[in-house]
Nanobody
Framework: QVQLVESGGGLVQAGGSLRLSCVAS????????MGWFRQAPGKEREFVAG????????YYADSVKGRFTISRDNAKNTVLLQMNSLKPEDTAVYYC???????????????WGQGTQVTVSS
């Protein structure tokens, strides 16, 4: 099992920044990628960003490219999501996930955090 704990959400004005953190524990050697997803009220959960553990390759949804950056801290088993130039449409619950396979697909992830709320006011 892998346990994931997110932190860093909150309320910010449009144009502002937030940094989300996800700490992984347990059998972390069993996963090869980590990602961030988000779910807004009444909408499906969608891919935001992903990172492959082996080579640190990163992947982003078109809607966040150039504004969000995913990175990792191996020593702390932590994945970060730096979110800049936030927009009201970024408002959602953000989930950290760990798994293997294609980072874009929800089905690639076996483990999920509890989620952290991000609210961007206009």
């Amino acid at each position: 099992q892998v346990q994931l704990v997110e932190s860093g959400g909150g309320l910010v004005q449009a144009g502002g920044s937030l940094r989300l953190s996800c700490v992984a524990s347990g059998r972390t050697f069993s996963v090869s990628a980590m990602g961030w997803f988000r779910q807004a009220p009444g909408k499906e959960r969608e891919f935001v960003a992903g990172i492959v553990w082996r080579n640190s390759a990163t992947y982003y949804a078109d809607s966040v490219k150039g504004r969000f950056t995913i990175s990792r801290d191996n020593a702390k088993n932590t994945v970060l999501l730096q979110m800049n130039s936030l927009k009201p449409e970024d408002t959602a619950v953000y989930y950290c996930a760990a798994g293997s396979g294609n980072v874009y697909y929800h089905s690639s992830y076996n483990y999920w955090g509890q989620g952290t709320q991000v609210t961007v006011s206009s």
